[in-house]
């Protein structure tokens, strides 16, 4: 009894914890991949990144963290965050569906996996919404931040939405958000 106790402990609980501390070990490493790129050090940063990608594969979104840096133009961003956005939520499961090799990620995309017991009622996300919002203000106006790295947390943050928002459906895909 003790061990079909702890068999049930080990592949339940702990074996899915491992994959969210897998996931936050990667985005760990990832911010300082990011910090490694804002301060110049141009091959740790992609020495960090692959070594976050060995730990969680969607860590590859690191590598936005260049172009993220240098898009000073926020509108203009903020315009190509949207059309992304509504890409990835109308084209990706269509075209995850279509590719038979990737079938087995469709589960993914309709909603079928889902956080157990997961009920909301949106307050967390819309406090973190306001606090994201006050962020971006108060670092578009600051000027003791120079201007990479305010680029860099702005378009993140627009960018992590845009995310979170198209894969709102998936409570597994809606961790990638996590990143930015």
């Not at 943050?157 to 459906?169: E, Q, R």
């Amino acid at each position: 009894k003790n061990l079909e106790n702890f068999l049930g402990f080990f592949l339940y609980f702990y074996w899915e914890s491992l994959s969210i501390i897998r996931q936050y070990i990667a985005i760990a490493i990832s911010f300082l991949a990011a910090y490694k790129w804002i301060v110049g050090d141009k091959k740790l940063f992609f020495l960090l990144t692959g070594i976050a990608v060995l730990f969680h594969m969607p860590a590859f979104v690191t590598l936005t963290i260049p172009l993220f840096s240098k898009w000073k133009f926020r509108w203009s961003f903020v315009i190509f965050a949207i059309i992304f956005s509504i890409f990835l939520k109308l084209a990706l499961s269509h075209y995850i569906s279509s590719i038979d090799q990737f079938i087995k990620y469709q589960v993914y995309f309709d909603g079928t996996i889902l956080a157990e017991g997961e009920t909301s009622t949106g307050l967390v996300l819309y406090i973190r919404l306001l606090l994201s919002l006050s962020i971006v203000y108060l670092s578009n106006i600051s000027n003791v931040i120079d201007e990479s790295r305010k680029n860099l947390l702005i378009n993140g943050m627009i960018f992590g939405y845009a995310v979170f928002f198209a894969l709102y459906d998936s409570t597994a895909l809606r961790r990638l958000s996590y990143y930015f």
